[in-house]
């Protein structure tokens, strides 16, 4: 019958290229994909998820080693009292350029390593829902990087550095206190950088919402996968109110306009709520995907499955929203009035439950589970531990008296450090330790994993540790020297050796990665296998490296960690055993019939057009109009792209079994609904924010 | 091998294809990115309209404010015209999901025209309120007003530009039925335009200054 | 929906078809709009004869909202497509009202 017939031959169909002859139709001649997947050429036309991850994580690095560099001139220039390594006005650029660096190029990129890298993989997908765009997102935020890390250099060395702090508090960074061109880099660059995340969240959004593979209901999905899809959710809408915040500020900056001119009536507050507003979503976006990847190494070494699951995601969830309402505790005593430093104090109050229950539940996960302290272990119990200690001096600023005489000391320092660098920064580095074999086919050594994890965990201590001390006895944050008398000197030096001694732990961590890639190399590539450390979730239930298919084929998910309960079941006494060894339940990576998205010219080119605009905007308007004919007219070659394979999002070719529409004058080829109609997209968000900057000029 | 295929097969194909293959939800993704999108929108549109309402009243007594500038009539007809491009741009969507190409061709362009008179207007708006004192960088009114309603045209514009695209792919035939979901994607933008300026008319301009 | 099967509208579009109003609707609700818009321009002259502010702006806002509303409902299709469209847009919708209004009162605003 028929009906059997198809029944038989669907899978291969999905899977096979298509027997057909394609119609490669090129509309004006020049419009072709690139081709191949070697070379270094490959890199930079590649649609890849994975590929895609791994250049976010490369630069993430890049960027780690520009604002780490930037660190130590600050604690060079606050080693002694009256401190003289570099003048105040580089130091303000240095501490900015330090703030802005670790947060947009370092923390955000490395969180979107793993998204793009995990995601699709965690919920089974072949890629992300919009490949191109999702080359565009990575092109993007490195323009915006290389634009903010430029102005370090431009015009002399922090002549024309962002210099008003992180949060770039206007009036301050008006044209009257800031008259260099460095926090129009900052408005510049974080602009491009925030289209870079909206693009990205949206995409990974929707891979969530809609690539799962079969059975992976919401609560079968892994924690990280959670974390990861509510901070995209808080990218999705916090990065809006920052733009609107830029834009106000671009606008006075290059054109006049009033917003933060005082003289005309204007009232400097409004900066700080609409930043703060994103801000403080902002610092969950930070910390929430290392919280997920905490909670896939806890309970892979302590085997045992997390404790209260859906507690996690909840708390999350939680977190999630709680975010939006304590934004104001940045602002205690800007003079925001009485009750809204009550209110805001009480609701900060009650975030740290959510965060406090995400703690217990780590601890409960180890209690009495068979702990195997390996590098990634190491790093997810720091995190845990660290984390508690920043999480706890947090609580201590939301009594606003309290918070009153912190304020711009270095007990506030202290406190974000502990958070971001001893929670964000150490679990990102686990992240790395813990999934370097699935993405590169071999563990980084354990020997120097652990060396560079407790060098680098000892330093941060002496450096931050301290700080708590300096802001209690009255030490101010952003400035650039202080007086022998004051009593600030001897912690001070300890937390600059403290700083050297992270940096040594950073470059064992290179060094690492140098000394495992060659070992490997001179034992002939050994195969690490799909699942190097006995996990859990569905990434590992494909070969080392991730072929670029990801999977031989689709997964039928029938409960939470799918993978571990393929792997072990329940003996008559309730003893977890082995039931199938991990050769026979993952793929092996054989199956090389799968098509997929073919590489693009356009992200690339977009994202150079997108740099040409940023400059334009700082320097000259005409070049911001060049930029902006450029950025269209790519928008229209990425429209116009022909999709020379049958279906772009690498999933079933819906066109095969029904040709009898086919037009063949489409440009976008026979699949009408991959790539063409979510090509529009980009229109929609980057011509239209690069757009609104020109024209209302 | 589609001829020998009953209806039934069909029918069993197309459920697979809408739950099981194409997407978890049975939404495309397009679709969905785009309500994301608009989702995201909120917040820019509301900045900048919290922004405006925050501002305008901050201007010194001689000042030119909303009351020196505003024309009511004026903006009402055009307000009008923008809200009925949204019901042309409803003919266009289910136009192209009939199979009349030629209507949704009309009607795009209906749309498209509709939206230009409106930047039009802006346009002339703009003009007039320059001729009456009220620039950019005249006082905080004068750079809340411009930056909202300037944002709001260059989103209109933007709109235009993609209509007008789909106009120009309809006449070289590459919108077909099939995509007929490309020009319902397009009309929720545009739509979503229409909702922000629906607030911006009622706050902005009708509201008793 | 619409696009996964262009090729078989007798079954996919099915279901579709009783889904999609027709375009009397459409016209229909576009009349409620203009009338809307011209109460709303209404509004505004008979402000000259003495109304309360505070009781205009309740009716303007009233107004906008049931604009916004159809809309959103019926052009935009949210009544009838899926209800993950609507909890995505309400979501940001609600956020955005939340947290402006919040910021605003924190200024005295009102």
Known sequence: MTITDRTITAPEETLALPAGPTIAHRPLGVFTRPQGSEGWTSWLFTVDHKRIGIMYGAAALFFFLVGGAEALFIRLQLATPNGSVIGAGTYNGVFTMHGVTMVFLVIMPMAAAFANYLLPLQVGARDVAFPRLNAFSFWCFLAGGLLLTSSVLIGGWFQNAPDGGWFAYAPNTGLLFSPSKGIDFYAVGLQILGVASLVSAINLIVTVLNMRTKGMSFFRMPVLTWMLLITQFLLLFALPVITVALFLLMFDRLWDANFFNVEAGADPLLWQHLFWIFGHPEVYILILPAFGIVSEIIPTFARKPLFGYHFMVASGIAIGFMGWGVWAHHMFTSGVGPLSVAAFSVSTMFIAVPTGVKILNWLATMYRGRLRFTTPMLYAVGVVSMFTIGGLSGVTHSIAPSDTQQTDTYYIVAHFHYVIFGGALLGLFGGFYFWWPKAFGYKLSEAWGKASFWVMLIGFNFTFGPMHILGLQGMSRRIATYRGDEGFAFWNMVATIGAFVIAVGVAMFFWNVYVSTRNWRRAGRPDVGPDPWDARGLEWMTASPVPEHNFDEDIQVDRLDHFWHRKYGVDENHRVVRAAPTSEVAHDGSNTNVHLPSPSYWPIVLGGGILLVGYGIIYNLWLAAAGLVFLVASIYGWILEPADDPDAAGHHDDHDDGDDHGDPDSNGGPSGNGESASAEEPESESAETEEEAATIG | ?209 | MATVTPDSPDTAHAADEHAHPSNWLYVKVAIYLALLTAFEVFTYFETVHGWGDTAIIIMLVIMMLLKFFLVVAFFMHLKFDSPIFWRLFVFGLILAMAVYMVMLTAFRFW
Request: hydrophobic content about 50%.
């Open chain 2, 1 to 209: 091998m589609a001829d020998t295929m009953t209806s039934e097969t069909t029918a069993a194909e197309a459920a697979t294809h809408a739950e099981g293959h194409h997407t978890s939800t049975g939404i495309s993704n397009e679709k969905l990115a785009m309500w994301v999108f608009l989702g995201s929108e909120c917040l820019l549109f509301g900045g900048l309209i919290s922004t405006y309402m925050f501002n305008k009243g901050r201007i010194g007594p001689d000042d030119v404010g909303p009351d020196d500038v505003f024309d009511i009539p004026f903006t009402s007809v055009s307000s009008f015209v923008l809200l009925m491009s949204s019901l042309t741009m409803v003919f266009a969507v289910s136009s192209i999901a009939r199979g009349d190409l030629r209507g949704n061709r009309i009607w795009l362009a209906t749309t498209a025209a509709l939206g230009a008179t409106f930047v039009a207007g802006q346009v002339y708006e703009f003009t007039a309120f320059y001729s009456e004192g009220l620039g950019f960088t005249t006082n905080l009114f004068g750079s809340a007003f411009y930056a909202l309603t300037g944002f709001h045209g260059a989103h209109v514009t933007i709109g235009i530009i993609m209509l007008m695209s789909l106009y120009v792919m309809s006449v070289r035939g590459n919108l077909g039925p099939e995509r007929a979901e490309t020009v319902e994607i397009i009309g929720l933008y545009w739509h979503f335009v229409d909702i922000v300026w629906i607030v911006i008319f009622t706050i902005v301009y009708l509201f008793p200054q």
